[in-house]
């Protein structure tokens, strides 16, 4: 659905104006680029600083908390006798997912996530980049104490944090659009704190644009 359209990775915006009805974005390497509409996806957090200005609606004056998550990616050696996923009542480890069991691609070794619980990851974001290493081994060292396996040097190792990973509460609006203006917003923090939630919203600004 997108190879032909024009996708910018790794591009900070900065900030963003609306000028004679185009929208004008300023990047962190200080060029702008021009559209005609603009939709942002951006947590709650990001969205107040950018546009704030523009948006007539309640719902950008509320005080709305996101909650962090550090998940870290890992591969070890395959066993078949091993369940599909975990839920753990642990401070630190919140849940483990097969990668292996949604069938998407084969593999020999077992592919697990690892997700933290919000608490710890809310105390641990700021510092995650520099104590990926650390924090990795926590989660890790939780996994297999939790689960029972037995101990083994993971073969593979990825560690990925989001500060504003997701809110937990429902708002009145489950997406914003403005037609005198060409801007939308649409976002799992609208709906709720699963993934689901971010094609909920996405969906809804399609139907609203659409009429």
């Not at 591009?11 to 990047?27: A, P």
């Not at 950008?60 to 070890?76: F, Q, R, S």
């Not at 990851?121 to 104590?131: E, F």
Request: aromatic share 14%.
């Amino acid at each position: 659905m997108l190879k032909n359209i024009n996708i910018f990775f790794q591009s900070e915006v900065k900030k963003i104006e609306y000028h004679n009805d185009f929208w004008h974005l300023k990047f962190a390497d200080g060029k702008i680029k021009i559209f005609k509409k603009l939709i942002l996806t951006c947590p709650f957090p990001q969205l107040v600083k950018l546009s704030k200005k523009f948006i007539r609606h309640s719902f950008i004056n509320k005080k709305l908390k996101m909650d962090a998550n550090i998940t870290v990616m890992i591969a070890i050696k395959k066993n078949f006798k091993r369940p599909s996923s975990y839920s753990f009542n642990d401070k630190i480890l919140g849940w483990a997912a097969s990668e292996n069991s949604k069938k998407r691609f084969s593999s020999k070794l077992d592919l697990w996530t690892l997700q933290s619980t919000y608490n710890w990851a809310n105390k641990m974001i700021n510092k995650n980049k520099d104590n990926k290493d650390i924090n990795s081994k926590i989660l890790i060292d939780k996994f297999f104490k939790l689960t029972g396996f037995e101990y083994e040097k993971p073969e593979f190792i990825l560690n990925h944090g989001w500060k504003y990973s997701s809110h937990s509460k429902k708002l009145n609006i489950s997406s914003y659009w403005d037609p005198t203006i060409n801007l939308g917003i649409c976002a799992d923090w609208f709906v709720g704190p699963r993934l689901e939630a971010g094609w909920i919203s996405a969906n809804d600004l399609f139907k609203k644009i659409n009429n």
